[in-house]
């Protein structure tokens, strides 16, 4: 919904502060400040709820606090008829408004009520103290850094660069006091490493099915309760499908988007459940050779990411997002998150019950800064809300509660999804096996080609100061035959790839790129009477 950042301190400058909210300027379409002897805050808003009466900075009634907020809560209806029988008199609809409501009310244990994709600054304005605070999963993102004399706190790390300090993240489910000029002290107000821990197990097939059906569909309608168009990014695979089929059913306004070479998997089963679904469908369509490293460079900019697996993503991922504005879409949802849920990928399956729910867990707490930053930064990066009904809480807690053999069964993996919505998946993509989006786009080894700038571009931006690019976890466990302990020793042992690595990697992508041109070199032609022509021998 917003790009948003403060300057807090008795040092804080205005120059300084404009510059950092000027780099978030995609993230929405109008700037709103409040400037202040000590207080700097501003907001780059994505007008999506209560678009004319929601600006930013919110302050409360009595003129005590301030808030800078990024995102959306999407029970603040609830929040405010509870609320308002509690006595708070409301001046608009917002959920902004909500969110500093609910705070006046509950104070800190207001965060446990929000239900949604948010990253929130509150501001005591008389002494500078600012109550820093994100969501569960950390969809939305919040980074600060310290100058002397000066707190800032931003949505994105480009923002913080220019102080050439280090800079720190509130790690998801974390909230806490910021002084102005002294400590952070931030704690988790969610656990996502005891998530589902003391709840019954869910072994019955039949109620499993039940419940993910009734929650992930509760998160989807949460998730278009808005008057805007809603956009989905359709890799024609069994989450963004569902995704697709849910938005059509609830929302009267929908358009799919995909991306992919012309006659990618990806793009054909996309373009045959947009058809079937009678969807507005939207293809991006690129070709190896449209990816260059200019376009590396720009989703490296833009995404901020710290594993080269994701910036290979980010490159894939940019330009849909970018078709997506050309479309005027403000708003669209994502299947994100479903992989590291409901058993996904096979090292989950090769271990046994109990380390595949903390190899789960280490994925799902590391979201925040692989795929959903990668998501967070392309999306807003180009003015466009992405929701992740995947994620939303209550299906990340029941998931925890779920067997492995209900995840995969029959060979099939996610097989209790497929099972809980059988009945309205077409059995095309029931059936279609899962295959990550880059490779299946046809785009990923170009991408990879590139692969030996990535740290160096990287560290270009000044994004070392948050941490530098590390060599992707998931080719460290699988070198660590899944072992999680293992793993995570091996990468802070070895954090970058060895320039060895980087040559055999180099080797491998440029043979991929090299062989469309040999075939068509040694391929058969035709004659002009359009003949194929046998090669001389």
Not at 175 to 191: F, I, K, N, S, T
Not at 407 to 421: L, S, T
Not at 437 to 455: N, V, W
Request: charged letters at 25%; glycine letters at 8%; hydrophobic letters at 40%.
């Amino acid at each position: 919904m917003c790009g948003i950042a403060l300057s807090v301190g008795p040092e804080a400058d205005p120059a300084t502060f404009r510059r950092m909210l000027a780099v978030l300027a995609p993230r929405g379409e109008v700037t709103e400040t409040r400037q202040e002897n000590g207080l700097l805050a501003g907001v780059r808003r994505l007008r999506i709820v209560e678009r004319e009466g929601a600006a930013q900075p919110w302050v409360s009634p009595d003129e005590r606090y301030l808030l800078c907020y990024n995102g959306e809560v999407f029970n603040h209806r609830e929040l405010r008829g509870e609320l308002t029988r509690l006595g708070y008199a409301f001046r608009g609809g917002s959920d902004t408004e909500a969110v500093l409501a609910a705070f006046l009310c509950w104070g800190e244990d207001a965060v446990s009520r929000l239900r949604g994709e948010f990253a929130l600054a509150v501001v005591e304005r008389a002494t500078g103290r600012a109550y820093l605070a994100r969501d569960p999963l950390g969809v939305k993102p919040l980074y600060w850094s310290r100058a002397p004399g000066c707190l800032h706190v931003s949505s994105e790390v480009k923002a913080l660069v220019g102080h050439a300090a280090p800079i720190s993240e509130v790690p998801p489910g974390h909230h806490g006091w910021a002084e102005p000029d002294g400590p952070v002290r931030l704690r988790p107000h969610v656990d996502l490493l005891t998530l589902g821990v003391g709840l019954p197990v869910i072994d019955d097939p039949d109620e499993a099915a039940l419940l993910v059906r009734v929650a992930l569909t509760d998160s989807i309608r949460m998730r278009v309760d808005t008057d805007l168009t809603v956009g989905v990014v359709l890799s024609g695979g069994l989450d963004s499908s569902l995704a697709l089929l849910h938005v059509k059913e609830m929302h009267p306004d929908c358009v799919a988007v995909t991306v992919g070479v012309p006659d990618s998997p990806d793009v054909a089963y996309a373009r045959r459940l947009a058809a079937d679904l009678g969807v507005p469908h939207e293809v991006v369509e690129l070709r190896p050779r449209d990816i260059r490293l200019a376009d590396v460079r720009e989703a490296i900019r833009i995404c901020e990411l710290t594993e080269y697996g994701d910036i290979i993503n980010a490159v894939v991922t940019v330009p849909i997002f970018r078709r997506l504005r050309e479309l005027g879409v403000k708003v669209v949802l994502t299947g994100d998150g479903s992989d590291e849920l409901f058993g996904g990928y096979p090292m989950y399956h090769q271990v046994g019950p109990e380390p595949s729910r903390q190899l789960s867990l280490h994925k799902i707490r590391n979201l925040c800064r692989t795929e959903l930053q990668r998501v967070d930064r392309a999306s807003m990066g180009h003015g466009v809300e992405a929701r992740v009904p995947f994620l939303d809480l209550s299906v990340v807690e029941l998931a925890m509660r779920l067997p492995l053999e209900l995840k995969m069964r029959d060979g099939q993996e996610k097989w209790i999804v497929r099972r809980a919505f059988a009945d309205v998946l077409p059995e095309y993509v029931r059936r279609r096996p899962k295959n990550p989006m880059s490779y299946s786009s046809g785009l990923h080894e170009r991408a990879r080609l590139y692969k030996p700038f990535f740290a160096r571009l990287h560290r270009s931006f000044g994004y070392d100061l948050l941490e530098p690019v590390r060599r992707d976890f998931d080719s460290v466990l699988t070198r660590c035959g899944n072992d999680l302990d293992a793993a995570i020793a091996d990468g802070l042992a070895r954090p970058d790839y060895t320039v060895l690595e980087h040559a055999r990697d180099l080797v491998g992508a440029a043979k991929w790129n090299a062989a469309p041109v040999v075939r068509r070199l040694v391929g058969p032609r035709r004659t002009p009477g359009g003949d194929e022509a046998a090669l001389p021998g």
